[in-house]
């Protein structure tokens, strides 16, 4: 069975960081991208960042740049999210997930297959 566990949510003050941790097991995702994403309250899934999968290129939305890190073991199976500078409007559940099709670089929600439970962030003012 195949399963994405994220762990590292929970609540901080703006300013603050998180480090979010997805373990991947029932199968190796070494040759797939991972992405990390987010949904809150009455709003889309939207795309935070993914890392292809030769752990080199990455790839950021706007309104994380420069404040976001994504990182992979292939290891470990596992990818990581390093938030720093945290905001208010960051706060939602944040989901990780694996692209469908090997060796692409995808950014479109429907294009990963399998996804995470997630793990909520909460960024306080």
């Known amino acids: 069975q195949v399963q994405l566990v994220e762990s590292g949510g929970g609540l901080v003050q703006a300013g603050g960081s998180l480090r979010l941790s997805c373990a991947a097991s029932?199968?190796?995702?070494?040759?797939?991208?991972m992405g990390w994403f987010r949904q809150a309250p009455g709003k889309e899934r939207e795309l935070v960042a993914r890392?292809?999968?030769?752990?080199?290129?990455?790839a950021y939305s706007d309104f994380v740049k420069g404040r976001f890190t994504i990182s992979r073991d292939n290891a470990k199976n596992t990818v990581y999210l390093q938030m720093n500078s945290l905001r208010p409007e960051d706060t939602a559940v944040y989901l990780c997930?694996?692209?469908?099709?090997?060796?692409?670089?995808?950014?479109?929600?429907?294009?990963?297959?399998?996804w995470g439970q997630g793990t909520q962030v909460t960024v306080s003012s």
């Open positions: 890392i292809h999968w030769n752990g080199r290129d990455t």
């Open positions: 997930a694996a692209d469908s099709t090997a060796y692409a670089f995808s950014r479109l929600p429907q294009q990963y297959e399998y």
């Open positions: 029932g199968r190796t995702f070494s040759s797939n991208t």
